[in-house]
């Protein structure tokens, strides 16, 4: 009797698919709003981030605008940089001054060449010593702490080129080089560093039997005080450099030095002596007030950078009545409100607010700060101390310490662990935690929900079905009892 039914709807003539997708519909509008949320939480995450990072380079700053030695910057000048260069490596040593300094020698390493031999010929077997150290009136004395290197010179080591890379691999202080031209091979060695106490003696023990002769492996020895031969040779005295110091004058005083670099002379800074002259030359350290400037400036672009980023992130827009991400967010409005009120608090000192170094908010009325140069040049020009105790006097009170340490201090707060954003940021990605479990239990429901709708609509379905064709039997039986009847 009643038929069977191969798709929902089609017995009964009930379009299912059509119910059951609006039904599921109005069954997934929590699951919508759900993911609008979810995808909220990822963007404020991305927006804490970005406020995280802004917030970062403003800690930067910060940290310098605390430190002492950043309002100490010097700068040295010197008034001939081909002759004396000058450059300042502590700015919390080196004080202000100028002196003249005049250089009558530089410091060398020595060096001595051989007499050139056919190239790839043997120069014989032996043994070299050599060792470091100072030659004074012919005499030798070794360079405290340098011990004597014993160098063996086989038959397979028995040519210029090959000496030269036994010496070098002893890395004695010598480097050996070899040096071609149109008479043959010859074997120069230099000190690896300037300075009398750096020049070296090599002796030779020769294969031959003589060691102080021009023959053999004594041919490539250094050892005047032995007798003029080998590279001590009056025919060798034309490539003989020997090692000396740095002779030098500063105001009148005389300086020795086995290098060319000054660094202990005077503190905190390093002088580079270049080129032997007969005049003096000018050397001056001076504050550094373009780096000190600078660093303000950099202070004012960090902080208009920050607070241009809340802005946004907080702005509603009356026009088209939208409201930014983080519009109303407690966070962020928190950490706004206290960066501007950190730009009104005093510190102890003569100086005692950014507004007396130049430095406030701007007409602009969105928050920005704005510096004069003039008012803070002329600051740091009057009261260079002042200036730097404005920023980093330690005072051991948060409402009296510099600007710097407490500017330093605030973005410790919100920046460190179980500060601002990290708490933020820890709340977001547990509410994410949250979304995401309640979108599986969604899901899940509404999967539950879906089948039990098909089951019950199937059933409807067929029972609708059975009855039409019980319907169409019963008619069709009247018909015929209607033409019995006639």
Do not use: Y
């Given at each position: 009797m009643a038929a069977s039914v191969s798709s929902a709807g089609i017995g009964s003539g009930l379009d299912v698919e059509s119910i059951i997708t609006k039904l599921m519909s109005v069954e997934k509008v929590p699951l919508t709003k759900l993911q609008t949320n979810a995808t909220t939480i990822d963007s404020k995450i991305s927006a804490y981030g970005s406020i995280k990072s802004q917030f970062a380079s403003l800690q930067d700053i910060a940290n310098k605008l605390a430190t002492a030695s950043a309002w100490n910057a010097k700068t040295?000048?010197?008034?001939?940089?081909?002759?004396?260069?000058?450059?300042?490596?502590?700015?919390?040593?080196?004080?202000?001054?100028?002196?003249?300094?005049?250089?009558?020698?530089l410091a060398k390493a020595q060096s001595a060449a051989s007499a050139a031999v056919a190239s790839g010929s043997s120069t014989g077997t032996g043994t070299m010593k050599l060792q470091l150290g100072n030659w004074s009136s012919g005499s030798f004395v070794a360079k405290d702490g340098s011990s004597e290197i014993t160098i063996d010179i086989t038959a397979a080591d028995a040519t210029v080129s090959g000496m030269a890379a036994k010496i070098n691999a002893a890395n004695a202080g010598v480097t050996?080089?070899?040096?071609?031209?149109?008479?043959?091979e010859r074997l120069l060695l230099r000190s690896n560093t300037t300075g009398e106490s750096s020049g070296f003696r090599l002796q030779v023990i020769d294969g031959d039997g003589n060691d102080a002769d021009d023959a053999g492996l004594s041919r490539f020895a250094f050892d005047p005080g032995a007798g003029a031969f080998g590279m001590g040779g009056a025919a060798q005295a034309s490539a003989l450099q020997m090692g000396q110091n740095a002779h030098a004058t500063l105001n009148g005083i005389?300086?020795?030095?086995?290098?060319?670099?000054?660094?202990?002379?005077?503190?905190?800074?390093?002088?580079?002596?270049?080129?032997?002259?007969?005049?003096?030359?000018?050397?001056s350290?001076?504050?550094d007030n373009t780096a000190i400037t600078k660093l303000a400036n950099d202070f004012v672009t960090a902080y208009n950078a920050t607070n241009s980023m809340l802005n946004q992130a907080t702005k509603y827009d009356a026009s088209t009545k939208t409201a930014a991400l983080l519009q109303g967010d407690s966070t962020t409005v928190s950490m706004q409100n206290a960066l501007r009120r950190l730009l009104s608090t005093t510190t102890s000192g003569?100086?005692?607010?950014?507004?007396?170094?130049?430095?406030?908010?701007?007409?602009?009325?969105?928050?920005?700060?704005?510096?004069?140069?003039?008012?803070?040049?002329?600051?740091?020009?009057?009261?260079?101390?002042?200036?730097?105790?404005f920023f980093t006097n330690a005072t051991g009170n948060d409402a009296t310490q510099g600007f710097g340490l407490k500017l330093k201090g605030?973005?410790?707060?919100?920046l460190g662990t179980g500060g601002a954003i990290a708490s933020k940021t820890a709340s977001l990605d547990q509410q994410k935690k949250v979304n995401s479990s309640d979108q599986d239990a969604m899901n899940n429901r509404l999967t539950a929900t879906e089948a039990r709708l098909r089951a019950q609509y199937t059933a409807l379905d067929t029972k609708v079905a059975s009855l039409n064709s019980l319907s169409t039997y019963i008619t069709n039986q009247i018909a015929q009892w209607n033409k019995s009847t006639n």
């Open positions: 040295a000048t010197s008034s001939d940089a081909t002759v004396v260069k000058a450059t300042v490596v502590d700015s919390a040593r080196a004080a202000a001054t100028s002196f003249s300094v005049q250089v009558s020698q050996a080089t070899v040096v071609t031209d149109a008479t043959g005389s300086i020795d030095s086995e290098t060319n670099t000054l660094s202990n002379t005077v503190p905190g800074l390093s002088m580079t002596l270049v080129k032997e002259t007969t005049s003096a030359v000018e050397v350290l001076a504050v003569n100086i005692s607010m950014l507004s007396s170094l130049g430095i406030g908010v701007s007409k602009t009325g969105d928050g920005s700060i704005a510096l004069d140069s003039t008012k803070f040049s002329a600051a740091l020009a009057n009261s260079p101390d002042d200036v730097q105790k605030l973005m410790d707060s919100i």
